[in-house]
């Protein structure tokens, strides 16, 4: 899938991305590949998973 950071909180290391469909998706900085440090507008490509807490997140994160 591919979408846009919405929101990334640096100093808590987590934000959101909004897919084509408009759905939100939380992601890790532990989810990113490549050490890419990310920032809000940046486009990414991302596999979605259901977490632990039965939410929808973004894994394998990396920028296109």
């Known amino acids: 899938m591919q979408g846009t950071i919405t929101k990334y909180f640096t100093?808590?290391?987590f934000g959101f991305i909004r897919p084509a469909d408009?759905?939100?998706?939380?992601?890790h900085k532990s989810a990113m590949t490549g050490g890419t440090?990310?920032?809000?507008?940046?486009?990414m490509e991302f596999v979605e998973?259901?977490?632990s807490n039965d939410r929808i997140r973004a894994v394998?994160?990396?920028p296109i």
Do not use: K
């Open 37 to 43: 440090v990310p920032a809000v507008d940046m486009v």
């Open 22 to 27: 408009s759905r939100s998706d939380f992601f």
């Open 60 to 62: 394998n994160v990396r």
């Open 49 to 51: 998973e259901m977490g």
């Open 11 to 13: 100093d808590r290391g």
